[in-house]
């Protein structure tokens, strides 16, 4: 099979992130491949396994190639970086047209990719990219179940309150949620060959896109600010003996919080 | 440009991938690890399977050789996790395979190495005996020249992995009178049925580190062929030791790095939740002056660890930068854990928080690569030219 | 372009989920600044009860039904969708970030070339019928306000328990059946089934009250007490990423980052350390309790009521006190 696999370099969960300015972040040099998509690269590697083919890890990021040397010392073949200084400010949607433009010509059968990316958390480049290409797209699967690639896939997805199992015909794009499989930790000889990979760039003029297809000026939606979370008041502890503390609560749950 | 502190993105993407092994494999387990005071070998066969034991060994025998600063961002990494463990696995890269690797002719490294690559086999190396540890002049282990090989007989104490060993690297004399000139070191494997070896004898119980299981092994009288001398010429192995403990000691020093990183790092989560005075306690200049202590300390011991292994990567000869970085950083982890510990205060003596693990891991610091006694006598004979 | 307020009407074996009616509360407030009309979308089989308890709550709604809606797939629901936008060129779309909306609201703006904002935890609209978002990026760490270009429909998807109900709408609406149009071989994706998990709980994302457990549980079997606790509730069980690795409850219940994010009313954690993982997820709950037996647990700095004890106690008295006191109020 042919598949291509989305990724993204974010910072680590445990990274400090802090409101700077209104329009700038600090944030803690501490990153990783997001974790969705190591979730996606370990499907992708699987299915490899059993049909055979090519898994090609694709990010759009000027700077960090990290999650696409992850790719490969997870053990995929190829990676690929689209990069262009018109791409900074871009929202999502530029995004999926960049990688969209890119896939139209190549032959694939599946596109694989995270459910969000662990930074802006949105879950909009990966459906985008399926809308573009008129490929079936499901989203946050946690099973995935493939006979024959020319017959279609299976694929669990989670709902509220159940799981769905929905059949879907092949090429289509999943984007993948914890639970579907545990990305395997790499191996010694790949992560040597992740360190020596070349990795390729592309352009947008070389995938036939002129800045004024993506970057601020094209962009759908527009931050206005960033503002710190907003903070609870500091904790009350009931410090009442056991079993008047459960009564304490209880009485504080209902007369002054108001929430039973 | 002669002086760059950058570690290339390759090395940034290593140490990230390292980072990341440990956190899913061993993160979990070092409590547990801790608790039952037994080698693990399932988390050793699935670390094996990696192929990390390979790390400086050539690639024709299943290595990745690297260079050495590639190997102390490893040994960095790793250190942050089960210190037993680190023991256990650094033993096994570095000592334990080191003169196989090195002088082992080819049967001896497809009949040890290559296995001990995979981690099926298990290695160490022998220094210390009940007499001599730091002192290697005083090392009474004998070897004798035989018709065809050598016969070996002596004690060996402290030896990291010795319980489980299938083969190791000994140092032994071929003469007490010698002195450090005398020392040599044999390829020795476990006794067996169609084999001559070492056995067992007592296994220790040790404060940290527990994981690893250290103890004694026994040589009586034992046969080994020719080949199984490691060395160019009889008489260099004091040269040779002092090559291998330049690596131990930087080796040494990044576990101290981790360690005091780990501990300080948790101590600092711990300051910035506890309340004492109606303020978290990280909000008091006295534990704020621990940190501060503790960063400057830290950084320049880091700074100082990665010349070294800059050094011995260039060749450079640094016998005593390497012993003053490794006194540096263990000094510096010694304050880390002993600072975090206070900073917990009466918690510090529970062992629900992961405070004195640190604690206990970080004393063998004190002794891996020579007493700091030793070595200080030592530096200062040589600082003053005596 | 007109003026309108749409809602994505959302349903489960017929009964209109809550974020529908929280959406349609909120869309009559901001259209009473642009009085433009609301209206809501309704796709489906077999919708009366539907369409009639959304009858006060939109001035408009648009029926579509066909066996082929009965389950929601992108394939079906979004060419009805999207010619209907394009027909009637709403200001606003809103949705619930459900399942079902965060499938298809990504996938509907990239087809309707406009500006989608995912995950609100807050919205509001000026005089001139702008639309602002509020939504928490990096897992809650930080929070965006965001607007959008001159495209419409402006899109966004809204957390359950974001908005008040508001029953006094006494609206009227008109029922517009729109045929479904779509041909019926393009439709590529079917469902095979649904396997029903956790009986008739809400989901953990949907629930006004969640109570949680964590690695302080123990075991699998110790959740007992906790769905005790829920019972006397009617909350949702939810949980951490540690207890989920470790194979005792349902990827579905997580909370936090690898999980889902939840917006209760009241959140219960018990024996729960607060590892940043979990408690980026509950950063949007409106009242939270932490009872832990270690005082320095992180998750109090996350908490507005703590208790310091031993929750095997503290879970089974609480259901005591909780069913005493639900009995004497009602």
């Not at chain 1, 694709?58 to 073949?77: C, E, H, K, P, Y």
């Not at chain 1, 079936?136 to 493939?146: R, T």
């Not at chain 1, 690639?149 to 015909?169: D, F, H, I, N, W």
């Not at chain 1, 090429?171 to 990305?183: D, I, R, V």
């Amino acid at each position: 099979m042919e598949i291509y696999v989305l990724v993204k370099q974010v910072p680590d969960p445990e990274a400090m992130v802090k409101v700077k300015t209104d329009s700038e972040l600090e944030i803690e040099n501490k990153y990783f491949t997001n974790f969705f998509d190591e979730v996606a690269i370990e499907a992708a590697l699987r299915l490899k396994e059993k049909f055979g083919g090519k898994v090609t890890v694709l990010t759009v990021d000027n700077r960090r190639v990290d999650a696409l040397r992850r790719g490969i010392s997870m053990g995929a073949d190829d990676a690929l970086q689209f990069s262009d200084p018109a791409l900074e400010g871009s929202d999502p949607f530029s995004i999926a047209k960049v990688l969209a433009t890119y896939l139209k010509d190549k032959p694939f059968d599946l596109i694989l990719a995270g459910r969000q990316a662990m930074d802006d958390d949105a879950g909009i480049v990966g459906p985008s990219v399926a809308e573009l290409l008129g490929i079936p797209h499901v989203n946050s699967i946690i099973g995935l179940e493939i006979e024959d690639p020319k017959k279609g896939a299976k694929v669990t997805r989670e709902v509220e309150g159940g799981k769905e199992t929905l059949s879907c015909p092949l090429p289509a794009l999943f984007t993948c949620q914890k639970g579907l499989y545990t990305p395997r930790i790499p191996q010694v000889m790949n992560v040597m060959k992740a360190m020596k990979a070349q990795i390729k760039k592309v352009d947008l003029s070389a995938i036939g896109l002129t800045t004024t297809d993506v970057g601020p000026h094209s962009a759908k939606i527009k931050l206005n600010r960033y503002f710190p979370p907003p903070k609870r008041p500091p904790v009350r502890i009931i410090k009442d003996d056991f079993p008047e503390n459960v009564k304490v609560l209880v009485k504080l749950l209902r007369e002054e919080a108001k929430v039973i | 440009m002669a002086l760059d502190f950058t570690f290339t993105e390759e090395q940034e993407f290593f140490r990230q991938t390292i980072r990341d092994t440990v956190n899913r494999m061993i993160m979990p387990r070092v409590k547990e690890l801790d608790e039952k005071e037994e080698f693990p070998w399932d988390l050793w066969k699935e670390f094996a399977s990696l192929g990390y034991l390979g790390l400086r060994h050539e690639e024709k025998y299943g290595g990745m050789g690297t260079d050495t600063i590639t190997q102390m961002i490893f040994y960095e990494e790793l250190a942050r996790g089960s210190c037993g463990f680190f023991m256990a696995v650094t033993m096994q890269i570095l000592m334990g395979t080191y003169f196989i690797g090195r002088f082992g002719n080819e049967e001896i490294k497809q009949r040890i190495l290559v296995p001990a690559i995979k981690g099926e086999k298990i290695g160490t190396i022998c220094f210390t005996e009940d007499q001599s540890g730091s002192d290697l002049g005083g090392t009474r282990t004998l070897a004798t020249k035989v018709d065809g090989g050598w016969r070996i007989t002596g004690r060996k104490q402290w030896i990291t992995n010795g319980p489980i060993a299938d083969f190791a690297t000994v140092m032994a004399t071929i003469d007490t009178k010698l002195g450090l000139k005398g020392l040599n070191f044999f390829l020795v494997e476990r006794k067996s049925e169609n084999r001559d070896g070492f056995v067992s004898g007592q296994r220790l119980h040790k404060l940290g580190s527990r994981c690893s299981v250290t103890g004694e092994l026994v040589f009586d009288n034992v046969f080994v062929p020719d080949e199984n001398f490691l060395g160019e010429e009889i008489g260099k192995g004091v040269q040779y030791a002092g090559e291998i403990l330049n690596e131990v000691r930087v080796m040494t020093g990044m576990s101290a790095l981790a360690i005091a990183k780990e501990a300080m790092e948790d101590a600092r989560q711990y300051a910035n939740n506890r309340i004492a005075f109606g303020n978290p306690i990280s909000k008091y200049q006295l534990i704020r002056e621990k940190f501060a202590k503790f960063w400057a300390w830290y950084e320049a011991s880091r700074t100082f660890l990665y010349r070294c292994a800059w050094m011995i990567q260039n060749k450079i000869p640094c016998i005593n930068e390497c012993m003053l970085a490794k006194y540096h950083a263990t000094e510096m982890c010694m304050y880390a854990v002993e600072e975090a510990m206070r900073i917990y205060g009466g918690n510090a003596f529970c062992t629900e928080y992961p405070v004195q693990r640190f604690w206990r891991d970080a004393k063998f610091l004190l002794y891996g690569g020579g007493t700091h006694e030793v070595l200080c006598d030592y530096l200062g004979r040589v600082f003053c030219k005596d | 372009m007109s003026n309108e307020i749409w809602v994505l009407a959302e349903h489960k074996d017929g009964k209109v989920k809550k974020i529908t009616y929280e959406l349609l509360s909120a869309s009559a407030q901001f259209s009473k600044k642009t009085g433009g009309q609301v209206a809501t979308i309704l796709l489906g089989n077999n919708l009366q009860e539907a369409v009639k308890s959304l009858m006060t709550f939109a001035d408009k709604i648009f029926l579509i039904e066909d066996p082929a809606l009965t389950f929601y797939t992108s394939d079906a629901y979004l060419p009805s969708i999207a010619s209907l936008i394009n027909e009637h060129r709403p200001s606003i779309l809103l949705g619930g970030a459900t399942s079902t909306g965060k499938d298809l609201f990504p996938r509907l703006a990239m087809h309707l070339r406009t500006g989608y904002v995912p995950d609100c935890t807050d919205l509001s609209m000026g005089e001139d019928g702008r639309l602002t978002a509020i939504r928490p990026i990096y897992g809650g760490k930080v929070f965006a306000e965001i607007s959008f270009s001159e495209d419409r429909p402006q899109m966004a998807t809204v957390r359950n328990n974001t908005f008040i109900v508001d029953q006094e709408l006494n609206k009227s609406a008109q029922v517009i059946s729109v045929p479904f149009q779509t041909n019926h071989s393009l439709l590529k994706k079917k469902v095979l089934g649904m396997e029903k998990v956790g009986g008739e709980k809400l989901d953990i994302s949907e629930a006004d009250i969640v109570v949680a457990g964590g690695r302080g549980i123990k075991s699998a079997e110790n959740f007992k007490i906790l769905e005790e606790l829920a019972d006397v509730l009617n909350a949702s069980v939810g949980t951490t990423r540690a207890v989920v690795d470790e194979g005792w409850r349902d990827q579905k219940d997580q909370i936090g980052k690898s999980g889902k994010n939840i917006s209760a009313k009241l959140y219960m954690a018990f024996g729960i350390s607060g590892a940043i993982h979990h408690v980026l997820g509950i950063g949007t709950c409106k009242t939270v309790v932490a009872v832990d037996t270690d005082p320095n647990a992180l998750i109090f700095n996350y908490a507005d009521y703590g208790i310091v004890g031993d929750l095997f106690q503290v879970v089974p008295a609480l259901t005591e006190e909780f069913k005493k006191v639900l009995a004497e109020g009602a």
